[in-house]
């Protein structure tokens, strides 16, 4: 089983990968290629996926950061894909994306959350 460091470690290469899909996109440009778009759904469901293995230890001494939300999100692009508006999902690339990788870098510089789990 991956520790939690790991887990995090490769939850923010996930970010990263999402965040270069869209470099130099527009809006625009983004919600006319069906294709990026399914690129990025499945960076978002696998981000969800690998959040919610994090344990609850390092979750809990991280109430910062919305865990909860996370997995909710991931269900509801694997779940209601039919109802996915893709300016919604821009705008959460580009709002809640690059404030969760932020948290979860600030989690990995901090020695007492490297849980083992």
Same mark, same amino acid.
């Given at each position: 089983?991956?520790?939690d460091?790991?887990?995090l470690?490769?939850v923010?290469a996930q ?31 696998? +981000?969800? !996926? ?5 344990? #609850?230890? *390092? $979750? ?27 300016i919604?999902?821009?705008?959460t690339?580009?709002?809640? +994306?690059? !404030?969760?990788?932020?948290a979860?870098i #600030?989690? *990995? $510089? ?6 083992t789990h």
């Open positions: 089983m991956k520790t460091k790991a887990l470690e490769y923010v970010i990263e990968k999402l965040q270069e899909y869209v470099h130099q996109v527009t809006a625009e440009a983004f919600v006319g290629d069906e294709l990026l778009q399914d690129a990025c759904t499945t960076k978002i469901v696998t +981000i969800g !996926e690998f959040s919610h293995r994090i344990s #609850a230890e *390092l $979750k809990a001494r991280n109430p910062q950061v919305d865990w909860g939300l996370i997995k909710a999100t991931r269900n509801f692009y694997v779940h209601a894909y039919d109802q996915l508006a893709p919604r999902m821009w705008e690339i580009q709002r809640e +994306i690059p !404030e969760l990788k932020e979860l #600030a989690i *990995l $510089k901090t020695k007492d959350n490297h849980a």
